[in-house]
């Protein structure tokens, strides 16, 4: 197969479009042909090598985490896929025309949602619904989204309000007219010291951008409150004991994505797409994406 392999830490140049063996599904195992992977943050910094104490690459390796395809070949003992199924997860190795997927974690791509834009949703919106739940929010509490303009900002909007809370979008200035669409209660500019010093305190915080604004943000906890975060806790948490901080790791969830999934299908939840370029585009897509402002980028085989 084609695919995207990396030989060497450095930037979007290193990322060749070479051969590389056709994977072969093992036990509890699904080999999906893959429709469209996307760019993460996650993948560029593993390729710059900014992640290799907690999460190498072996070289020559693969890498990419989101995938929307098809099923070739369901390994031995699975159960519930069959050959042609349109599926999408959270998977390793994402970037090549094939790839390997854990069955307990390959969902079905809802009826009315197109399978290459799909491929869009795995990382982002379950990181998004499970930084939400990690807040602990409850109906009628306020909780704010640092970062709502994002793709995990956006996911986690939309989750905070399924779980009856009320939600502020907090973005920076120049984001305040797209913010107004990501479906918070109230949006603030976070970029501005006076729309925080005038926050009330709040029940809980979602965190995705962390730096200065999570040390002002956490300042703005109710005692005994969370500060939930994808990107580290605030460098002066330890000033604010009685706030919890809860670190944020996404975990692959089937029925998560599914739902998510069914969200975005319903026009609920809007995740947008900047780009979409051939896999061989790879370096220069994730040099786009790491650019920022454009949207989820896609790589199609």
Known sequence: MK????????GPDVLRFEEYPDPVPGPGEVLVRVAAASVNPIDYKRRAGLTKDFYPIKFPGLMGVDIAGTVVKPGPGVE???VGDRVFAMADNTYAELCLVKADVLARVPKGLDLIEAAALPLVTTTGNQLASATQIKAGQ???VAGAAGNVGRSAVFTAKQLG??????????QMEEAKGVGADHVIATDDDLEIANLLLLDAVADTVNGKTAEKLIAKVKPGGVYASVVGEPGNAANYPSVKVAAVYSTADRKTLELMAEAVRDGKLVIPIGRKLLLSQAAEAQAAAEKGGIGKVLLLP
Do not use: C, D, N, W
Request: aromatic share 8%; glycine share 12%.
């Open 3 to 10: 695919a995207i392999v990396i030989h060497e830490y450095g």
């Open 80 to 82: 519930g896929f069959s």
């Open 165 to 174: 809370a009320t939600v502020i979008a907090g973005v920076l200035k120049r």
């Open 142 to 144: 306020t909780v704010l």
